[in-house]
């Protein structure tokens, strides 16, 4: 497996490219704003896309998708819960005060929790972690997870945005993320990698500094 992370746009958001380079196919994960930029790393990855894996719908992690979508036919993976965020990314826009957004294309797959994506001989298990958004998602398998701004270096994603919970998140990481091997590399929405390990030990928002009641 080889994960190349790219971060671009104004939020500085991590993309990553998922490559099986034995079966010559990767999956795209968070499309974020400079689409050009994931294209071209696509490009000299030299693998085929064949999917477009969302891991919530957030606007910093979505800004690609059309242009993504239109020049890979690669298909688009989203939690239901997220379409309501999805489907007025327009609005997110406005509110962020960027430039008018398109509506993006329609998700062809729903995110079912519980179940096995692949990329050529690559297998992730859909783990669904809301608290950041109604419909956010873990993509766990191969020694990695992929987080979305579920669990970062040292911190947690942000929970005042609309459909954020402190508690549930909280919940979704010890329910769903702490339960994997310490040795598995952590691969966040933003920032560095980490590793679980690191994590259960050492992050503020995990060691009963903010107890859930």
């Given at each position: 497996?080889?994960?190349?992370?790219?971060?671009?746009?104004?939020?500085?958001?991590?993309?990553?490219?998922?490559?099986?380079?034995?079966?010559?196919?990767?999956?795209?994960?968070?499309?974020?704003?400079?689409?050009g930029?994931?294209?071209?790393?696509?490009?000299?990855a030299?693998?085929?896309?064949?999917?477009?894996?969302?891991?919530?719908?957030?606007?910093?992690?979505?800004?690609?998708?059309?242009?993504?979508r239109?020049?890979?036919?690669?298909?688009?993976?989203?939690?239901?819960?997220?379409?309501?965020?999805?489907?007025?990314?327009p609005?997110?826009?406005?509110?962020?005060?960027?430039?008018?957004?398109?509506?993006?294309?329609a998700?062809?797959r729903?995110?079912?929790?519980g179940?096995?994506?692949?990329?050529?001989?690559?297998?992730?298990?859909?783990?669904?972690?809301?608290?950041?958004?109604?419909?956010?998602?873990?993509?766990?398998?191969?020694?990695?997870?992929?987080?979305?701004?579920?669990?970062?270096q040292?911190?947690?994603?942000?929970?005042?945005?609309?459909g954020?919970?402190?508690?549930?998140?909280?919940?979704?990481?010890?329910?769903?993320?702490l339960v994997?091997?310490?040795?598995?590399?952590?691969?966040?929405?933003?920032?560095?990698?980490?590793?679980?390990?690191?994590?259960?030990?050492?992050?503020?928002?995990?060691?009963?500094a903010?107890?859930?009641?």
């Amino acid at each position: 497996m080889k994960i190349v992370q790219i971060a671009n746009g104004a939020f500085l958001e991590n993309c990553y490219l998922v490559v099986d380079e034995t079966a010559g196919e990767c999956a795209i994960v968070d499309p974020g704003e400079e689409a050009g930029l994931i294209l071209h790393k696509v490009e000299q990855a030299g693998a085929r896309p064949v999917a477009i894996w969302i891991t919530h719908a957030h606007i910093d992690h979505v800004l690609g998708v059309s242009r993504v979508r239109a020049e890979t036919g690669a298909p688009i993976f989203l939690h239901p819960a997220d379409r309501p965020l999805y489907d007025h990314v327009p609005e997110q826009a406005a509110a962020f005060g960027l430039p008018p957004v398109e509506r993006l294309p329609a998700p062809d797959r729903s995110w079912t929790p519980g179940e096995t994506v692949r990329v050529g001989a690559l297998a992730f298990d859909v783990r669904h972690t809301p608290g950041h958004s109604p419909g956010s998602v873990s993509l766990a398998g191969e020694g990695a997870v992929f987080s979305g701004d579920v669990l970062f270096q040292g911190s947690i994603g942000r929970t005042d945005l609309p459909g954020g919970d402190l508690e549930t998140l909280i919940g979704s990481i010890e329910r769903e993320l702490l339960v994997l091997p310490d040795s598995t590399i952590v691969y966040s929405g933003h920032g560095p990698t980490t590793t679980i390990g690191v994590e259960r030990r050492s992050n503020p928002f995990l060691s009963g500094a903010f107890p859930v009641a």
